[in-house]
């Protein structure tokens, strides 16, 4: 595979993934912030 | 007026319930793979008169910067009915749809950057007027986001959705720039006879479908993430009052 294509394809998952990660996390941290307030 | 106010709430259902679905979830897994294997088995990987196989960075160049469009443009109609009609649904939806857009942008950026490189024999050209407008949006959704994280109560998000009605100005802009100026690098391909891509339209498709479908997963997830932030507020200042 072309180094540049691999380039460009990595960042594009990369980026993705980090964001999807982080939104995860943040979920997570939020159900149980709720969960500990209403319970 | 109150018809209208029953159709945007409709939509504001039909949305969540879309957005939510089993369909986007998998849609986007199942064209995703499909993308990938068009791309990677099938397209040509010469474009423009350049056989190189970073050629097939192109599929999701153009697939990122599309629903980077479609985002930002969410975020003008989020940040408009908001101001209007107020609704924290709109509001939510306008900033979820501009974090997408900048990340898309990103993408955007760093893709086009890299097949530049394979098609003009240079990662960036200040003289190129889709580049540079591009960039220009791409700053002003970052101060989109700054103005957005710097407000703190109901009446400073108007702020941020005046600034993301006045904004958008610069998307059509970037997206009619080979059109409304001389292009250098960037020539106009759609509609276009005189310029020979070479751009599967099947890969091509299905990755804007792909990258559409995430972006509707992603929209979801981001509104939820408003949702439940909205939740603990709200649980937070119940607590205190009791």
Do not use: C
């Given at each position: 595979m072309e180094p540049l294509l691999l380039l460009g394809y990595t960042a594009i998952f990369v980026l993705l993934f980090a964001y999807v990660v982080r939104l995860q996390r943040r979920l997570a941290q939020l159900r149980k912030q709720v969960d500990d307030l209403n319970g | 007026m109150p018809r209208l106010s029953r159709v945007l709430g409709r939509l504001?259902?039909?949305?969540?319930t879309v957005m939510r679905s089993r369909v986007v979830k998998w849609g986007t897994l199942v064209s995703g793979v499909a993308s990938l294997v068009l791309v990677f088995g099938f397209a040509s990987e010469a474009m423009y008169g350049v056989r190189n196989g970073a050629n097939l960075i192109a599929y999701w160049h153009i697939s990122v910067a599309w629903s980077s469009a479609v985002a930002l443009s969410a975020t003008f109609v989020g940040s408009a009915l908001y101001l209007r009609y107020g609704g924290r649904f709109w509001n939510r939806l306008a900033h979820s749809a501009g974090e997408l857009g900048f990340l898309f942008a990103t993408m955007t950026l760093i893709t086009g950057s890299i097949w530049g490189k394979v098609i003009w024999n240079s990662w960036w050209e200040w003289s190129d007027v889709r580049l540079v407008t591009f960039l220009i949006v791409w700053f002003i959704y970052a101060g989109y986001l700054a103005v957005y994280a710097a407000t703190e109560n109901s009446s400073d998000e108007k702020y941020a959705s005046v600034y993301g009605v006045v904004g958008f100005v610069t998307v059509p802009v970037s997206y009619m720039a080979t059109r409304l100026w001389t292009p250098t690098f960037h020539?106009?391909?759609?509609?276009?006879?005189?310029?020979?891509?070479?751009?599967?339209?099947?890969?091509?498709?299905?990755?804007?479908?792909?990258?559409?479908?995430?972006?509707?997963y992603l929209m979801?997830?981001?509104?939820?993430?408003?949702?439940?932030?909205?939740?603990?507020?709200l649980a937070q200042e119940a607590r205190r009052r009791h």
């Amino acid at each position: 595979m072309e180094p540049l294509l691999l380039l460009g394809y990595t960042a594009i998952f990369v980026l993705l993934f980090a964001y999807v990660v982080r939104l995860q996390r943040r979920l997570a941290q939020l159900r149980k912030q709720v969960d500990d307030l209403n319970g | 007026m109150p018809r209208l106010s029953r159709v945007l709430g409709r939509l504001t259902r039909v949305l969540h319930t879309v957005m939510r679905s089993r369909v986007v979830k998998w849609g986007t897994l199942v064209s995703g793979v499909a993308s990938l294997v068009l791309v990677f088995g099938f397209a040509s990987e010469a474009m423009y008169g350049v056989r190189n196989g970073a050629n097939l960075i192109a599929y999701w160049h153009i697939s990122v910067a599309w629903s980077s469009a479609v985002a930002l443009s969410a975020t003008f109609v989020g940040s408009a009915l908001y101001l209007r009609y107020g609704g924290r649904f709109w509001n939510r939806l306008a900033h979820s749809a501009g974090e997408l857009g900048f990340l898309f942008a990103t993408m955007t950026l760093i893709t086009g950057s890299i097949w530049g490189k394979v098609i003009w024999n240079s990662w960036w050209e200040w003289s190129d007027v889709r580049l540079v407008t591009f960039l220009i949006v791409w700053f002003i959704y970052a101060g989109y986001l700054a103005v957005y994280a710097a407000t703190e109560n109901s009446s400073d998000e108007k702020y941020a959705s005046v600034y993301g009605v006045v904004g958008f100005v610069t998307v059509p802009v970037s997206y009619m720039a080979t059109r409304l100026w001389t292009p250098t690098f960037h020539t106009t391909t759609v509609g276009n006879p005189e310029v020979e891509a070479n751009i599967d339209p099947l890969a091509l498709v299905v990755s804007i479908v792909a990258v559409m479908l995430l972006y509707a997963y992603l929209m979801s997830v981001r509104i939820e993430l408003h949702e439940l932030e909205d939740k603990v507020l709200l649980a937070q200042e119940a607590r205190r009052r009791h």
